[in-house]
C-alpha cells in the first residue's frame, strides 16, 4: 500500500510540473488539509474519548508524517520531471546543431571542394571556365564563413530566405554539370509561407537535390516547389540508381534525418519513395496557419 501511495504522489508531481503548478502549492494544500483534517479529528477523538490528549497527539504525528512522505514523493517527481526535460532540451539542442552544420557548414564545404575540383579539370583546356569556378568556390566559402558565424553566435540567419525560387536558382547554379538536367518549377505566391517556412523548405529541397546528385548518380533531376495559401509542398525526383529507405534509417543518414526534423519542426512531414535501380522520389509538405492579423506563420 505504501509503494502505491509513492507511486501516487510521484504521478502527481509529474503531473503538476507538466502543468506549470510550482511545488509551493503542494505544500499550501497540505497544510491546508492537515489544519482542517486536525479540527475534524480532535474534535470526534474529544466526543469519543475521556483523556483524548494521548491520541491527538497520535493522530498529529501520523497526519505529519503521511502529509510529509507524499509532499516528498510529489517534489521528487516534480524535480524529476523537470530533469528530463532539461536533458530532452538538450538532446534537441544537439540534434537541431547537427542539422546546421550538416545543412549550412558541410554544404557550404562540400560546393567549395567540387567547384575547386572542377577548375582543375578545366584549367589545362578553358582557364576562363576554370577561374568562374575558382569564383563558385571563394563565394561559397564566404557564404559557409558567414554561416559558421551566425551558428556560433546561437542566431538564426541575419538575411532569411527572401525568395525561395531565387535561391534554389543560385544553388543549381553552383552544382551545374552539363551530364545532369536539373529543372525547377515553383508555382505559387510565396507571400503565403512566412521567412522560416521558407528558409526550411529552401534548406531541405537543397538537401534532396545534393542527396540525388551526389549519390543518385541521375541524368535528370526534377525540383518542383507548389505554394498555397494552406501549404507549401515539394518535390524532387531523379532517375538515378535509388536505395533501400529502409536500409537508410537503419544507417542513420545526418541528411536524410535532418530534413525529416525540419520538416516536423513546422508540423509538415518528408516522404521518400524510392528502389534500388528506379530513382527517388523526395516530397515535403509543410502546412501554413494564418495568423491574426491575417499574416502567415513565420
Given at each position: 500500500?505504501?509503494?502505491?501511495?509513492?507511486?501516487?504522489?510521484?504521478?502527481?508531481?509529474?503531473?503538476?510540473?507538466a502543468g506549470?503548478?510550482?511545488?509551493?502549492?503542494?505544500l499550501e494544500a497540505g497544510s491546508l488539509f492537515f489544519r482542517a483534517a486536525l479540527r475534524h479529528l480532535t474534535r470526534r477523538i474529544t466526543e469519543a474519548y475521556e483523556s483524548p490528549a494521548d491520541v491527538i497527539v497520535l493522530a498529529i504525528g501520523g497526519m505529519e508524517e503521511s502529509l510529509s512522505q507524499r509532499?516528498?514523493?510529489?517534489?521528487?517527481?516534480?524535480?524529476s520531471f523537470l530533469l528530463n526535460q532539461v536533458q530532452e532540451t538538450q538532446e534537441d539542442e544537439r540534434r537541431r546543431m547537427a542539422r546546421e552544420l550538416?545543412?549550412?557548414?558541410?554544404?557550404?564545404v562540400s560546393v567549395a571542394h567540387q567547384q575547386l575540383a572542377l577548375s582543375e579539370v578545366y584549367r589545362p583546356?578553358?582557364?576562363?571556365?576554370?577561374?568562374?569556378?575558382?569564383?563558385?568556390?571563394?563565394?561559397?566559402?564566404?557564404?559557409?564563413?558567414?554561416?559558421?558565424?551566425?551558428?556560433?553566435?546561437?542566431?538564426?540567419?541575419?538575411?532569411?530566405?527572401?525568395?525561395?525560387?531565387?535561391?534554389?536558382?543560385?544553388?543549381?547554379?553552383?552544382?551545374?554539370?552539363e551530364v545532369v538536367s536539373v529543372r525547377l518549377d515553383?508555382?505559387?505566391d510565396e507571400s503565403w509561407a512566412g521567412p522560416r517556412v521558407l528558409d526550411e523548405a529552401f534548406l531541405i529541397?537543397?538537401?534532396?537535390?545534393?542527396?540525388?546528385?551526389?549519390?543518385?548518380?541521375?541524368?535528370a533531376v526534377l525540383v518542383r516547389v507548389n505554394i498555397a495559401p494552406h501549404e507549401l509542398s515539394a518535390s524532387v525526383q531523379d532517375n538515378g540508381r535509388g536505395f533501400d529507405p529502409a536500409r537508410a534509417r537503419e544507417r542513420g543518414g545526418v541528411g536524410l534525418t535532418s530534413?525529416?526534423?525540419?520538416?516536423?519542426?513546422?508540423?509538415?512531414?518528408?516522404?521518400?519513395?524510392?528502389?534500388?535501380?528506379?530513382?527517388?522520389?523526395?516530397?515535403l509538405y509543410l502546412p501554413l496557419q494564418r495568423r491574426a492579423g491575417g499574416d502567415r506563420d513565420a
Open positions: 500500500m505504501g509503494e502505491l501511495y509513492q507511486f501516487q504522489a510521484r504521478e502527481l508531481g509529474n503531473a503538476r510540473a506549470g503548478v510550482h511545488p509551493k502549492a503542494s509532499v516528498r514523493e510529489s517534489a521528487d517527481g516534480y524535480h550538416h545543412d549550412r557548414i558541410g554544404h557550404g583546356v578553358d582557364a576562363a571556365r576554370a577561374g568562374v569556378k575558382i569564383g563558385l568556390a571563394q563565394q561559397a566559402i564566404r557564404e559557409t564563413m558567414e554561416n559558421l558565424r551566425q551558428i556560433t553566435s546561437e542566431l538564426h540567419p541575419q538575411i532569411p530566405v527572401r525568395s525561395l525560387e531565387k535561391s534554389l536558382l543560385g544553388f543549381l547554379e553552383t552544382v551545374e554539370d515553383v508555382n505559387g529541397v537543397r538537401e534532396a537535390v545534393r542527396n540525388a546528385l551526389g549519390h543518385g548518380r541521375p541524368k530534413m525529416r526534423e525540419r520538416a516536423e519542426l513546422l508540423g509538415g512531414r518528408v516522404l521518400i519513395s524510392s528502389d534500388p535501380g528506379n530513382g527517388c522520389l523526395v516530397e
